[in-house]
């Protein structure tokens, strides 16, 4: 058994907890509980027992040796990895103070855990349950898909700007994103389909953009014997293509659900209206990469929304048993596949790296340094949005009795 499932356990009980604290405060109670742990483990499995740690060592000790701003002795690195520049440049930073991979993979746990803690805090309606849903959906595949998920980290930073239409805050979080890795260009469809007005051109237009990418990606196996892409791992991957169809049956009951119990909200503008578009993505492209097994790495982009859709779809039920029924077989579902299903393999046999004085103390350097930053920008956005509700409430009073003058 993974270690990762008794982290979850330990999740679950404090989540279990919590439901008997009140206040917003608990909320930061539980991150503080949480999210050491999370880092610790994320930090300190041994890389000699993770798919493709060992890769992402290779390369950390190379990037050590190499001028990044150099463009031939980059081409020379980039002939032997594959990552995208805006990793290059975070092993590169690292490498610079030390030549321990694990301290990397520390500040980058730090980094993706931190980001996701992040926007949970700020957007999510529980956050106690987001995180608990962090943990089954992603929080296993992060610890060796690292670039994707520090990627779609800043994917989710990009929220609020799509629902507030700054185009270029978007753009500049999405530049940062796309640096760590290529697939979060997909996301840039949700900012310009948010604008829509008219529900069935949204649906329509997000339909087709979906199967576009499968026929596309039905032809990726001539392209890459042609061009040398370098994806054959992911093209003659059999695991992967068989957990499409499985995350487009559990989409389509999430989308449903989401759908039919949210109603006409779901269309208004704001996080609901994000999560509908994001989650009707992800069916799509579920359904059309049954066989394509390159097309999970686009759903991944998408599939993070159910962090927030799940806690939405508690709120708005309002009989506390088909909360407590529809939280269930939510999490169960996803904890059976992610530590006893088809994944579990790929951390089955992980071991935890015993590690020395130093990393102890980068872990708690960076740990403390995380934590305070998270609850800081927190804290920060709760004083901002209550002084805009206050001004609002200003400028409503106002406008009010300038009509009553007026009469």
Known sequence: MSYTFYVFLYCLVL???????????????YLLLVLPVLIYVHSFLDPNTIVDLPLYRESFADVRLTNVFNPVDLEIYRSFHKEEFGFIL?????????HDFNVFLCLSSCLLLGVYSYVILKLSPNVCLSILFLMVIVFDQSIFVLRQHLSVAFVLLTIPSIIERKIWR?????????????????WGIIYFMYGMK?????FIMLGLVAIGLGLVFSFLSFLNEQLSLGYSSYIEGEKTGKSNLVSFFMGLGLFLSYFFICRKKVFENGLMKVCLLSLYVYVVLSLVGINISLLSRFTLVFQTSLFFVIPTVCKMLKNKWLKFGYVSSCLICFAYINYFGSFAAYLANTKLF???????????VFTGITLYSVIYLYERHLKADKKKKVDNKEISITSSRKRCMSK
């Open 90 to 98: 975070l092993l590169k930073l690292v490498g610079l103070f030390t």
């Open 198 to 202: 008219k529900p069935w051109k949204i």
């Open 170 to 186: 978007f753009t500049a979080i999405m530049t940062i994103a796309i640096l760590f890795h290529k697939s979060s260009l997909i």
């Open 354 to 364: 015993v590690f020395g004085t130093e990393q102890m103390l980068f872990y708690l």
């Open 15 to 29: 989540f279990l907890l919590m439901l008997f604290k009140g206040g917003k405060s608990k909320y930061e109670v």
